[in-house]
């Protein structure tokens, strides 16, 4: 049975990998591995979603909120959102960016809007590797004897 160490890992591999993967055709290296670093960090923290919400007190802790039916519906609803998510970040870095090279401007401001250019490719890649992170978790759950729960767990 993986414990929440295992889970984080997984969860920070699979994020990363993911947000790297959908990070491929950004213009710039950098953009590219700022989005998996924000696959790698949202991740783990997906990745502890379920047992925050069902802690893992015992090895019968596996609920609703791990359930199959649960998350398929969830992820019906989550997942088409993920290209809004990053397309949004995207845009916000690219204007924020266009803005850190203005000579009209101040030093102070453009290297702000430089900074805030970084922090959004940063957050494009978090929305998938929240979500590939979460994912990796019921993976590893699903390989254990007690395995997933349709809808409920068994009294």
């Not at 990363?16 to 290296?29: D, K, N, T």
């Not at 019906?76 to 845009?91: A, C, H, N, S």
Request: charged share 15%; aromatic share 8%.
């Amino acid at each position: 049975m993986a414990n929440a160490k295992q889970h984080k890992k997984a969860g920070q591999f699979t994020g990363g990998a993911v947000a790297l993967y959908r990070a491929r055709h950004q213009p710039a290296p950098l953009r590219i591995l700022l989005e998996a670093a924000g696959g790698v960090v949202a991740g783990g923290v997906g990745a502890g979603l379920y047992d925050a919400i069902e802690p893992a007190t015992t090895p019968n802790h596996r609920g609703f909120g791990h359930s199959m039916v649960a998350n398929g519906t969830a992820a019906q609803y989550v997942v088409p959102m993920l290209d809004l998510w990053e397309d949004g970040w995207r845009e916000s870095a690219a204007e924020w960016e266009a803005m850190a090279k203005r000579h009209d401007l101040p030093p102070g401001k453009r290297a702000l809007y430089g900074l805030l250019s970084l922090w959004a490719s940063f957050m494009a890649g978090t929305g998938s590797g929240f979500v590939a992170g979460a994912a990796s978790h019921l993976v590893l759950d699903s390989a254990t004897p007690r395995g997933l729960p349709l809808l409920m767990k068994a009294l």
